[in-house]
């Protein structure tokens, strides 16, 4: 049963790397934003603040200080950061699914485009996307 479950995330896996290296690639759907914004306010504003822009107790999650301190680093590492420290008063309480959301909302906030395809829950399939604070050049 395991070797199915591994067999089927390969194509996605391999599609996945084959057209989105970057968070300017369009990583995530709206629809997912949208849904992680309900869940981030439930779960992080408190802390984080209503606009995601911090708190006296906790760092920005969207914007110039938080892109700077994340990038050229990798979606899956955002992920396993997020998913095993919060939220901060029962770390690791939040399902996969729900981290992805949020991921997304935080994305939408940051200005990076929205593309068809949701974003992946599994942290293998997100280090393969960076990210980059600054929209790369088309070559």
């Known amino acids: 049963m395991a070797i199915i479950g591994l067999a089927a995330l390969a194509p996605l896996s391999s599609s996945l790397r084959a057209q989105s290296h970057s968070v300017w690639d369009g990583v995530y759907t709206q629809d997912q934003a949208k849904k992680g914004q309900a869940v981030y306010n439930q779960n992080c504003s408190s802390c984080h603040g ?57 994305l939408s906030v940051s200005n990076f485009p929205a593309g068809k395809t949701d974003l992946p829950q599994q942290t293998e399939v997100l280090k393969e996307i960076r990210i980059d604070a600054q929209k790369p050049d088309k070559k």
């Open 50 to 106: 209503d606009t995601l822009m911090g708190g006296e107790s906790a760092p920005a999650l969207a914007g110039g200080e938080f892109l700077s301190n994340w990038n050229g680093l990798t979606m899956g590492e955002l992920f396993e950061r997020i998913r095993t420290t919060m939220p901060q008063n029962k770390p690791g309480s939040l399902s996969r699914e729900n981290n992805t959301l949020i991921l997304s909302y935080m």
